[in-house]
């Protein structure tokens, strides 16, 4: 077993692991910008450019294996790491996730089916899109969006202007609106001898791109045997190591992959008091060689996000068995801090505990 971990980027999700890797004896190092990193104020930290290769083969000296909190590092700035330690999940799963592009041809190839879409890289391309796959739709940066961010939803033509606008150039994409019922994801782990488990459905409700809250398991068995046959492609496709998470929209009862994420996902963030074992900790699992944790929910959880100011907690905390995450991030408008989570036996409760939670809480 592997007990020493380097993470590039120190995040929420960084910090969360390493939290969850004390209890197994694995020991978490950061490579992160910001010295007040969230999980710089749990483990040790080199500070400094995530892209920097002086600090990035330091990273690599100090552990027996590397991972990512924040997947846009450059593929080539981490190809030299391959030489001197183990990187996990492989680099090529890291750089198909960076292009929606590229990501959406590998979904096709493996018959997964996506919106309609297409590459745009000067205005005309986006008039002609509009005009061959219609309108609503949304036009999107390839790379480098997160939480809603480089993304314009186009309404009518009157939309095409201010559209290209604010996001024109090379480098987009513009997809087909979907009228979804629902959103939702599935998150599982693959370890390096190839055994995979996954965790229940989760159905994630959004508000202007941001995740607001989650609630799971969404039983719907048909949906979650196809999101689990997905998953497996992709994860053997890509020979994946560690968590990967694939979001859907929910079409006329079909599932519509919308995008993957190479690391654990804030849409599993319940499974810390929902499951018998925490993504975070079958990541750690899946990279460190060790046998995987069940997935098995242990009631019905909702996970309500934190988003531009911390809620109080004394009033969510009066709430029976709320657990309360708090990230130790400086507030900002639209800046995910912390979450909850509540866990109830039957659903009814777990919806009327929600709906109670969410009095106590404002997105901002
Ligand atoms: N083609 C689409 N049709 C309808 N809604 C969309 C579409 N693309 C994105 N959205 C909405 O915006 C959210 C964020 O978009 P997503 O592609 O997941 O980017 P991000 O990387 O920011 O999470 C989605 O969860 C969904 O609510
Ligand atoms: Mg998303």
């Known amino acids: 077993m592997l007990t020493r971990v380097g993470i590039v980027g120190a995040g929420q999700l960084g910090r969360m692991l390493a939290l969850a890797g004390y209890p197994l004896g694995i020991h978490c190092v950061f490579l ?4 007040g990193a969230p999980a710089a104020q749990v483990a040790p930290i080199l500070t400094g450019e995530l892209e920097d290769p002086v600090l990035l083969a330091a990273l690599a000296e100090r552990s027996e294996v590397v991972t990512f909190d924040w997947e846009n590092i450059s593929g080539s700035a981490l190809a030299p790491l391959e030489r001197l330690t183990k990187i996990r999940p492989p680099r090529a ?7 929606r592009l590229a990501e959406k041809a590998l979904f096709s190839r493996l018959r997964i089916p996506v919106a309609a879409h297409a590459p745009i890289d000067d205005r005309e391309q986006l008039i002609r899109a509009t005009r061959k796959l219609g309108l609503p739709g949304v036009l999107k940066t390839r790379r480098l969006g997160y939480d809603g961010k480089g993304q314009f939803v186009l309404r009518g033509p009157e939309d095409i ?39 229940p459905l989760s159905a994630n409700t959004h508000g202007g791109g941001i995740l607001h809250y989650s609630i799971a398991p969404f039983a719907n068995a048909r949906l979650e045997l196809r999101a689990r046959t997905y998953l497996h492609r992709l994860m053997r496709a890509m020979s994946y190591v560690g968590v990967l998470a694939v979001e859907f929209f929910v079409v006329g009862g079909r599932l519509i992959a919308n ?9 599993g963030h319940w499974t810390i008091e929902g499951c018998v074992t925490s993504q975070f900790e079958n990541h750690l699992r ?21 988003l531009g100011n911390m809620p109080d907690r004394g009033r969510l ?11 130790g991030k400086e507030p900002r408008p639209g800046r995910k801090l912390g979450h909850c989570t509540i866990v109830r036996n039957r659903a009814a409760a777990r919806n009327f505990a929600l709906a109670n939670a969410l009095k106590s809480i404002q997105w901002t």
């Open 93 to 99: 799963a890291l750089e198909v996730s960076q292009d």
């Open 259 to 267: 995008e993957m994420a190479p690391r654990v996902h804030n849409s």
């Open 161 to 199: 202007d201010p559209a290209w606008a604010m996001l024109g150039g090379d480098g987009l994409i513009y997809e087909k609106y979907q009228q979804f019922s629902r959103e939702v994801s599935i998150v599982g782990a693959r370890s390096a001898s190839g055994q995979i488990v996954h965790y």
């Open 317 to 327: 905390l009066a709430m029976e068995g709320l657990a309360f995450h708090d990230y």
């Open 286 to 306: 899946a990279i460190c060689d060790l046998p995987l944790g069940s997935t098995r929910p242990l009631g019905h959880t909702a996970m309500i996000n934190f």
């Open 32 to 35: 992160d910008r910001s010295a």
